[in-house]
């Protein structure tokens, strides 16, 4: 399998819940076992230990010196510095570099750029809670967002979404934030608002919240991208602001941190419904939700 693989070496820097997942994926990928470099040689040696055919290196320059994929897997904020330490100890060999945070493209990589890598941004449209072996497998069939400066590296950052099983989503460097942006909002903020709706639930004494709302969040999830607002239900689209009064009543008495959530919303909602629908909506709902107090 070795003399097979594509790559002769991929080193990993970062040692967190995205670092762990790629790691398990491209673990065969590699003729050497994959190299890993954090700033904490502790977790270093842990998430090589957990790969299993991986080693811990305890200088960056073994990454920029010894690797032909590299993998910058660190928070959005450690990037652009990392990204600079890796340039410093970048060996003469070129190497492929990308990086997977989704709210940079692919100029943040432009001192690896100057030292003849070939560089990419590709993010995983896929979340991370620290279960490398089951987000392994997640990211068969998920897009990736990839983003790079020219044809052959967006056509050598395809190919390593084809090793990870992915589909690649070609996204412009001007337009990555709002690629990113979109991906919490439907993503980060769904985590909040089904919090929310389960701590609602439980002050309403159901035991099993969860049990209660999931085959009716999924039913709304699935309606929601497959048709839109036309799968929208529910008081809103009635227009039945007597219902949404008493709704308002119910979180102010009986959980109060879901009102202004709810409020918000249920406003973005009515505005959403008047561009799909080219209507104003109920005027009497919106009057509730921007009075009430």
Not at 54 to 75: E, F, R, W, Y
Not at 163 to 180: C, F, K, M, Q, T
Not at 238 to 253: E, K, M, N, Y
């Amino acid at each position: 399998m070795a003399a097979r693989a594509p790559y002769r070496r991929i080193g990993i820097i970062g040692t967190g819940r995205v670092a762990a997942a790629i790691g398990l994926a491209l673990v065969h990928q590699s003729g050497d076992p994959l190299h890993i470099w954090g700033h904490n040689p502790a977790n270093s040696a842990a998430l090589a230990a957990s790969i299993g055919r991986a080693s811990a290196v305890t200088q960056l320059a073994d990454i920029g010196d010894g690797c032909d994929l590299i993998i910058l897997a660190v928070s959005d904020d450690a990037l652009e510095p990392c990204i600079h330490q890796l340039a410093a100890v970048a060996g003469s060999a070129p190497a492929f570099a990308f990086h997977v945070s989704g709210r940079s493209g692919a100029g943040i990589l432009a001192p690896l750029d100057a030292k003849g890598w070939g560089t990419a941004a590709v993010h995983p449209a896929m979340t991370f809670t620290g279960d490398p072996i089951a987000e392994a497998q997640q990211m068969i069939g998920a897009r990736f967002a990839v983003t790079a400066s020219t044809a052959q590296s967006v056509a050598k950052a395809r190919a390593i979404v084809a090793l990870l099983d992915g589909v690649p989503v070609e996204i412009s460097e001007a337009h990555r934030p709002l690629y990113h942006a979109a991906l919490c909002h439907g993503a980060n903020h769904l985590v909040t608002l089904i919090v929310g709706a389960t701590e609602a639930l439980a002050a309403a004494g159901v035991d099993d919240p969860a049990a209660l709302l999931a085959p009716l969040a999924r039913a709304a999830l699935a309606n929601g991208l497959g048709k839109g607002m036309a799968g929208l239900s529910g008081p809103l689209l009635r227009g039945d602001a007597a219902t949404i009064g008493g709704h308002l009543v119910a979180l102010r008495q009986d959980c109060p941190p879901l009102l202004s959530p709810y409020r918000a919303m249920a406003s973005a909602t009515l505005d959403a419904l008047e561009r799909a629908e080219g209507s104003s909506g109920s005027d009497a709902c919106r009057s509730l939700l921007e009075t009430d107090e």
